[in-house]
């Protein structure tokens, strides 16, 4: 399954670079190169049935989508920390996650084929 | 100026690079990141002037670490920055002494920036006032407070070195001008308090109907006139030393509220309920005789045991023989020092002078006769007649008291042997008496001699 939604959303991001394109895209490279350790641990801590696992990753994941990603994603990450800090780790979350996944490999590629 | 250095420890690495890009913008900043708590705790040794701390961090939380920070150096300002907004967190870390709690949004770089700033001058300003203590306890260092040679000033050391090594009260005796606040000052500020406030107050400066809520305070509406809450000088000298000044001179209703303050360590503003806690060191000092005063009925005898302490009794400077002349260098010194001259030699004429002179008002007065004698000699010397003595006050001080011939001849003997640190024969050289007469007279306990 593939998305033709642009997924990312850089003005938060700009305003925080203040302007200093350089550090703007180490942001987005240090983004890359460590979501996808992330994502993998949540498939991990369902795996163990480890909600802490989970939750911490998502949590670990918030700040940068926050300020990167567009409200969807956002909103994905906020759900699964929340339902896993009550131990939560039901087929709804599960869905979550999967389409966190999802949309993280897209908003990857997606801002490597950005101009 | 050195750097002011920021610890931030932060796993994300993503929002770590964010701080420290924020943080960095400042060229005054030296920011370190780490990526757990425990390198954190591992580099406390280079002593950051600041920590911003994540909450969840891979080997503990935020508040393992705040504590293990604030157990190494409780002064080091440590800001908990956390994803999570959860109220009882926040309240938790800031009774555990955070200096706050950032949720991470967009708001956080503007109030962490804020926030680095304001701990960034009230660091500036406690370094500057730990400098001054520093340097004022330099200042107070016992070889610059006293100057003499003399045993009874020899005595006077070793007796103010053991006063500041423990919290003993100490009460100080002496005549006007013997340096009683500056033994005071010299205890407190070579001890372990030395950085914690000297309050020093005059119990005969202050009148009588203020004195009571001067020392401790009073609330708001607690008499007319009484607009506001104030903290009395014994709270103001909590953690620290207070200094009672002619203590004999407090009468005798506040000294048994003083003595209940002494015994409970705790007070009561006038006008108040709420106890205070204290943790003060007292010192007193008289220039009259404190026994005598029990015997008086003037000075309440319970109060008088709690504070005697560790007795510390300032001899006069005519007893101090030839630290007369150490004293009198050291005071032209210091004032040539301070006003760029050259500094005058003293003639032996002079000399002479100051040590048959018999200083009532002790080494106030000499200091204050060395600076006119500095002003008033040519330059190079300070001659006999540059010295302006009181040329009565010698002869009023011997027969002001009416006293048996026995009795004077006691009072003369036993300043010529403190003068001489108590050497009998020089002591009979110097009058042209028998030494026998002496030691007949220390046989009847007519004299007292050092053990």
């Given at each position: 399954m593939e998305t033709q939604e642009k997924l990312y959303d850089l003005s938060k991001l700009e305003k925080l670079c203040e302007g200093d394109k350089k550090f703007m895209d180490k942001m987005i490279q240090i983004f890359i190169r460590d979501t996808p350790?992330?994502?993998?641990?949540i498939k991990t801590g369902f795996e163990l049935k480890d909600a802490e696992m989970v939750r911490f990753a998502?949590?670990?994941?918030?700040p940068a989508m926050q300020n990167i990603c567009s409200?969807?994603?956002i909103d994905e990450v906020i759900f699964l920390e929340k339902e896993t800090e009550n131990g939560n780790l039901n087929e709804q979350v599960f869905e979550v996650s999967k389409r966190l996944e999802i949309h993280s490999n897209e908003i990857i590629k997606q801002l490597l084929q950005r101009d | 100026m050195e750097n002011f250095k920021i610890f931030v420890v932060e796993d994300d690495a993503w929002y770590g690079e964010l701080?420290?890009?924020?943080?960095?913008?400042?060229?005054?900043?030296?920011?370190?990141k780490f990526l757990n708590g425990k390198d954190c705790i591992g580099h406390l040794t280079e002593s950051p002037d600041l920590i911003t701390l994540d909450y969840s961090l891979p080997d503990g939380n935020g508040l393992d670490f705040l504590k293990k920070i604030k157990q190494y150096d409780p002064d080091i300002p440590v800001i908990i920055i956390s994803g999570q907004d959860n109220i009882n967190t926040a309240v938790d870390l800031l009774r555990h002494g955070a200096y706050d709690y950032l949720i991470k949004d967009e708001n956080t770089k503007?109030?962490?920036w804020n926030m680095v700033m304001r701990i960034k001058e009230n660091t500036s300003l406690k370094k500057q006032v730990d400098v001054l203590k520093d340097e004022l306890g330099k200042k107070y260092d016992f070889s610059k407070t006293i100057i003499g040679n003399s045993l009874a000033i020899r005595k006077i050391f070793s007796m103010m070195e053991k006063a500041s090594q423990t919290n003993i009260n100490v009460s100080i005796t002496g005549e006007t001008g013997t340096g009683k606040e500056l033994v005071a000052k010299a205890i407190h500020y070579n001890g372990e308090r030395k950085k914690k406030p000297f309050v020093a107050v005059n119990m005969a400066a202050i009148p009588k109907d203020l004195i009571e809520s001067e020392l401790f305070g009073h609330e708001r509406g607690s008499f007319t006139g009484s607009t506001g809450r104030k903290i009395g000088l014994f709270e103001q000298a909590n953690g620290g030393t207070i200094f009672l000044d002619e203590i004999a001179e407090l009468d005798l209703n506040l000294q048994s509220k003083l003595l209940r303050v002494l015994q409970e360590r705790e007070l009561t503003r006038v006008g108040g309920e709420e106890k205070v806690k204290l943790d003060v060191r007292v010192i007193v000092a008289t220039h009259k005789n404190l026994k005598e005063e029990v015997a008086l009925k003037n000075f309440r005898e319970d109060l008088y045991y709690r504070v005697i302490g560790l007795p510390i009794e300032l001899p006069a400077l005519r007893e101090r023989g030839s630290d007369v002349l150490l004293l009198a260098k050291y005071f032209v010194e210091d004032f040539c020092k301070s006003n760029n001259l050259s500094i005058p030699s003293i003639h032996a004429d002079t000399q002479e002078k100051l040590l048959g002179y018999h200083f009532p008002g002790n080494v106030r007065e000499l200091k204050a006769l060395m600076d006119v004698a500095t002003v008033m000699c040519n330059g190079k010397e300070i001659t006999a007649d540059d010295v302006n003595l009181s040329a009565t006050a010698k002869q009023q001080n011997l027969i002001s008291?009416?006293?048996?011939?026995?009795?004077?001849?006691?009072?003369?003997?036993?300043?010529?042997?403190?003068?001489?640190?108590?050497n009998v024969v020089r002591v009979a050289d110097k009058l042209d008496i028998?030494?026998?007469?002496?030691?007949?007279?220390?046989?009847n306990k007519e004299l007292e001699m050092p053990n």
């Amino acid at each position: 399954m593939e998305t033709q939604e642009k997924l990312y959303d850089l003005s938060k991001l700009e305003k925080l670079c203040e302007g200093d394109k350089k550090f703007m895209d180490k942001m987005i490279q240090i983004f890359i190169r460590d979501t996808p350790s992330q994502i993998e641990k949540i498939k991990t801590g369902f795996e163990l049935k480890d909600a802490e696992m989970v939750r911490f990753a998502a949590h670990r994941l918030k700040p940068a989508m926050q300020n990167i990603c567009s409200k969807i994603m956002i909103d994905e990450v906020i759900f699964l920390e929340k339902e896993t800090e009550n131990g939560n780790l039901n087929e709804q979350v599960f869905e979550v996650s999967k389409r966190l996944e999802i949309h993280s490999n897209e908003i990857i590629k997606q801002l490597l084929q950005r101009d | 100026m050195e750097n002011f250095k920021i610890f931030v420890v932060e796993d994300d690495a993503w929002y770590g690079e964010l701080l420290e890009y924020h943080l960095s913008m400042n060229p005054d900043y030296a920011v370190q990141k780490f990526l757990n708590g425990k390198d954190c705790i591992g580099h406390l040794t280079e002593s950051p002037d600041l920590i911003t701390l994540d909450y969840s961090l891979p080997d503990g939380n935020g508040l393992d670490f705040l504590k293990k920070i604030k157990q190494y150096d409780p002064d080091i300002p440590v800001i908990i920055i956390s994803g999570q907004d959860n109220i009882n967190t926040a309240v938790d870390l800031l009774r555990h002494g955070a200096y706050d709690y950032l949720i991470k949004d967009e708001n956080t770089k503007d109030r962490l920036w804020n926030m680095v700033m304001r701990i960034k001058e009230n660091t500036s300003l406690k370094k500057q006032v730990d400098v001054l203590k520093d340097e004022l306890g330099k200042k107070y260092d016992f070889s610059k407070t006293i100057i003499g040679n003399s045993l009874a000033i020899r005595k006077i050391f070793s007796m103010m070195e053991k006063a500041s090594q423990t919290n003993i009260n100490v009460s100080i005796t002496g005549e006007t001008g013997t340096g009683k606040e500056l033994v005071a000052k010299a205890i407190h500020y070579n001890g372990e308090r030395k950085k914690k406030p000297f309050v020093a107050v005059n119990m005969a400066a202050i009148p009588k109907d203020l004195i009571e809520s001067e020392l401790f305070g009073h609330e708001r509406g607690s008499f007319t006139g009484s607009t506001g809450r104030k903290i009395g000088l014994f709270e103001q000298a909590n953690g620290g030393t207070i200094f009672l000044d002619e203590i004999a001179e407090l009468d005798l209703n506040l000294q048994s509220k003083l003595l209940r303050v002494l015994q409970e360590r705790e007070l009561t503003r006038v006008g108040g309920e709420e106890k205070v806690k204290l943790d003060v060191r007292v010192i007193v000092a008289t220039h009259k005789n404190l026994k005598e005063e029990v015997a008086l009925k003037n000075f309440r005898e319970d109060l008088y045991y709690r504070v005697i302490g560790l007795p510390i009794e300032l001899p006069a400077l005519r007893e101090r023989g030839s630290d007369v002349l150490l004293l009198a260098k050291y005071f032209v010194e210091d004032f040539c020092k301070s006003n760029n001259l050259s500094i005058p030699s003293i003639h032996a004429d002079t000399q002479e002078k100051l040590l048959g002179y018999h200083f009532p008002g002790n080494v106030r007065e000499l200091k204050a006769l060395m600076d006119v004698a500095t002003v008033m000699c040519n330059g190079k010397e300070i001659t006999a007649d540059d010295v302006n003595l009181s040329a009565t006050a010698k002869q009023q001080n011997l027969i002001s008291e009416e006293k048996t011939l026995r009795a004077y001849t006691q009072d003369i003997i036993q300043h010529f042997l403190r003068k001489y640190d108590h050497n009998v024969v020089r002591v009979a050289d110097k009058l042209d008496i028998g030494k026998s007469t002496i030691y007949k007279m220390i046989q009847n306990k007519e004299l007292e001699m050092p053990n």
